[in-house]
């Protein structure tokens, strides 16, 4: 799921299918300030049929900002999310991660559950720099103040959790810039 800028200047949601069956629901794009208050919603029923694209345009309520450096956009369709900000990450009030962690050891790995108490914008956990075997389920997830994201990491190292949580193995877009 992305928002993308249309030819007339606004802006629209594009979901895609690929899966093999159907996908529906309600699409909530919502635009938030970068402590995660809601300041303009719209809400709209969606229906993919198999492997197939939908573009929903938004209001302006939504797809314009006020505040360029402080504002950004969530598309959400049965809990799968999509970001868009405003302005490029140099031009925003991004500013240093602010993140809390738990570790949990299951068969094959580990849970990693990693809290912002910032906004935290496209967070990687780069395993391979301290197992070059092992592998993580997702990457590049963005956070409002207060969510919580959980990977799964495959490796039969034996990991600590300052390990997998250390500046240079738990990355975000952050961290470039405000090293």
Request: proline share 7%; net charge negative.
């Given at each position: 799921?992305?928002?993308?800028?249309?030819?007339?200047?606004?802006?629209?949601?594009?979901?895609?299918?690929?899966?093999?069956?159907?996908?529906?629901?309600?699409?909530?794009?919502?635009?938030?300030?970068?402590?995660?208050?809601?300041?303009?919603?719209?809400?709209?029923q969606?229906?993919?049929?198999?492997?197939?694209?939908?573009?929903?345009?938004?209001?302006?309520?939504?797809?314009?900002?006020?505040?360029?450096?402080?504002?950004?956009?969530?598309?959400?369709?049965?809990?799968?999310?999509?970001?868009?900000?405003?302005?490029?990450?140099?031009?925003?009030?991004?500013?240093?991660?602010?993140?809390?962690?738990?570790l949990?050891?299951?068969?094959?790995?580990?849970?990693?559950?990693?809290?912002?108490?910032?906004?935290?914008?496209?967070?990687?956990?780069?395993?391979?720099?301290?197992?070059?075997?092992?592998?993580?389920?997702?990457?590049?997830?963005?956070?409002?103040?207060?969510?919580?994201?959980?990977?799964?990491?495959?490796?039969?190292?034996?990991?600590d959790?300052?390990?997998?949580?250390?500046?240079?193995?738990?990355?975000?877009?952050?961290?470039?810039?405000r090293?």
């Amino acid at each position: 799921m992305t928002i993308q800028p249309r030819a007339e200047g606004t802006l629209a949601a594009v979901v895609v299918n690929d899966e093999a069956s159907p996908w529906s629901g309600e699409l909530i794009v919502r635009r938030l300030t970068d402590a995660g208050i809601v300041l303009a919603e719209h809400a709209e029923q969606v229906a993919l049929p198999a492997r197939s694209t939908v573009t929903v345009p938004l209001p302006a309520s939504v797809s314009e900002t006020t505040n360029a450096a402080a504002e950004l956009l969530r598309a959400e369709l049965t809990g799968v999310r999509g970001h868009w900000f405003f302005a490029e990450p140099r031009d925003t009030r991004l500013g240093a991660p602010s993140l809390s962690s738990s570790l949990e050891r299951v068969p094959n790995g580990y849970l990693l559950t990693v809290t912002a108490a910032t906004l935290t914008r496209d967070l990687a956990v780069l395993v391979d720099k301290v197992d070059p075997s092992a592998r993580v389920d997702d990457m590049l997830i963005t956070l409002l103040p207060g969510e919580s994201a959980t990977f799964t990491v495959c490796s039969e190292v034996e990991l600590d959790c300052a390990t997998l949580t250390a500046p240079t193995v738990l990355r975000s877009a952050n961290q470039l810039m405000r090293p």
